[in-house]
């Protein structure tokens, strides 16, 4: 791990000495090392190893949700227990040098089936996070934007979301699961809930009561908690051709 610290180190302080301030680059301009990290954390999870994930994170890891490496590995096996055949696929959107290492925001999308008393569900998941590397290990971790979609049947609904990513504290918001297509004769049931983010609460399926809806979807308007912090937006609609199943974290941070 020497010779790695040591080059991308370097080459990360010549460029903050040259250019003042660290800027985002894009990915086509990031070193071998940054790529092959996104390559082997891909590769890492994909094996669906809690060891061999947590070889990749340091001992002082932290995350903005509150996970450490102990809660981390628990949540990741769960996870794979409900979807074994999961698979992950990363994309590098932009990165930062820094001193013995660099920032990297990482698109990771995730696909996998699981089934409940004879019913298959499809996942697609997709997570903007941002990775802050040193010497080769995550130091710190955040997520930037989550998106989750649980489908089950032959024709669940097909939805359009409207929610901001990031709002202020105490700020108000919308939150609108719309069905694409036309309802005809089609009842549909539905609710939304919102629950704080809770690293062991991962993926559950919420409990909530279903309610007929009148119109073409859910039109919410909620208000953020007081305090900075993320919170999980979560909409089900179910018709007689199938279930769906929405999930979008907002993020409340102060301007």
């Not at 227990?81 to 001193?99: H, K, S």
């Not at 939304?192 to 993926?203: D, F, H, I, K, S």
Request: glycine share 6%; charged share 20%.
């Amino acid at each position: 791990m020497g010779w790695y610290a040591k080059w991308l180190g370097g080459w990360a302080l010549s460029f903050c000495l040259w250019s003042g301030v660290a800027q985002a680059l894009p990915p086509e301009t990031a070193p071998e090392p940054v790529k092959t990290f996104v390559q082997r954390l891909e590769e890492t999870l994909n094996q669906r190893s809690a060891d061999a994930v947590l070889q990749l994170y340091s001992p002082n890891f932290t995350h903005a949700d509150g996970l450490n490496r102990d809660v981390l590995a628990q949540s990741l096996t769960r996870l794979w227990q409900r979807f074994p055949n999961l698979t992950y696929r990363a994309e590098l959107l932009d990165w930062q040098p820094r001193e013995q290492g660099f920032v990297a925001d990482v698109q990771m999308t995730l696909r996998g089936t699981e089934t409940q008393k004879n019913r298959q569900f499809d996942l697609t998941s997709v997570l903007k996070t941002r990775q802050t590397v040193v010497q080769g290990q995550i130091q710190r971790q955040e997520i930037l934007s989550e998106q989750t979609q649980l489908t089950s049947g032959k024709e669940p609904p097909q939805v359009t979301v409207t929610l901001p990513e990031v709002v202020a504290p105490s700020q108000t918001y919308e939150f609108d699961v719309i069905v694409q297509e036309p309802l005809q004769d089609d009842q549909i049931l539905g609710t939304a809930v919102a629950t704080p983010v809770q690293p062991e609460q991962l993926l559950e399926n919420p409990r909530l009561k279903l309610e007929v809806l009148s119109s073409g979807g859910l039109f919410k308007m909620g208000q953020a908690p007081a305090t900075p912090g993320s919170q999980w937006l979560s909409a089900v609609l179910v018709r007689q051709g199938g279930i769906t199943i929405i999930t979008r974290r907002l993020r409340v941070a102060t301007p």
